[in-house]
T-cell receptor, first 116, second 113 residues
């Protein structure tokens, strides 16, 4: 079985400050990792994903994430946030269990609140 | 970009009523999912489908049922709604590859009184 832990339920930050949203996962097999964003009253949309290769992944809206296999982490970062980045952010993992199929597992989400 | 639609957007209903939450996608995706979302909680998978006439229960026990008679349509039904069913229900679809992203609908916020 796979699981995702988002360590912070809420992250308040001032506009133009850097931010990091933390995500750790557990899985006994190789994984694909995703970050999704959910703006108020909308569905989730993909920010970025890690499949293989370079451990630093760049996504939309200036976000990036780094895959760290030894620490089983996939933290999301942005060097300078905007008010419009206020949203819920979900980390997700997709892996193939032995004899099974890929079903994505999501964390509980981190609410990013950007203050002016 | 989103070509996946959920209706209704909001639903307030009394206990004991039968309800169906609709979900349709126009991308020809084989895999479709229903997640339940509560504030501060993980998105819990309640049902998924690999294709027509294929449905499976997810990791969260649910009293709801689903059907997949057509590729594009994946409705969720509650035979007798209860206040414990109050939640946000998210429908999603994807290609049948683990590296492919999920496309989500805007959700249905269900309130059972």
């Amino acid at each position: 079985a796979q699981s995702v832990t988002q360590l912070d339920s809420q992250v308040p930050v001032f506009e133009e400050a850097p931010v990091e949203l933390r995500c750790n996962y557990s899985s006994s097999v190789s994984v694909y990792l995703f970050w999704y964003v959910q703006y108020p009253n909308q569905g989730l949309q993909l920010l970025l994903k890690y499949l293989s290769g370079s451990t630093l992944v760049k996504g939309i809206n200036g976000f990036e994430a780094e895959f760290n296999k030894s620490q089983t982490s996939f933290h999301l970062r942005k060097p300078s946030v905007h008010i419009s980045d206020t949203a819920e952010y979900f980390c997700a993992v997709s892996a193939m269990p032995s004899g099974g199929s890929y079903i994505p597992t999501f964390g509980r989400g981190t609410s990013l609140i950007v203050h002016p | 970009e989103a070509d996946i639609y959920q209706t209704p957007r909001y639903l307030v209903i009394g206990t004991g009523k039968k309800i169906t939450l609709e979900c349709s996608q126009t991308m020809g995706h084989d895999k479709m999912y229903w997640y339940q979302q509560d504030p501060g909680m993980e998105l819990h998978l309640i049902h998924y489908s690999y294709g027509v006439n294929s449905t499976e229960k997810g990791d969260l026990s649910s009293e709801s049922t689903v059907s997949r008679i057509r590729t594009e349509h994946f409705p969720l039904t509650l035979e007798s709604a209860r206040p414990s069913h109050t939640s946000q229900y998210l429908c999603a679809s994807s290609q049948d590859k683990p590296q492919e992203k999920l496309f989500f609908g805007s959700g249905t916020q269900l309130s059972v009184l």
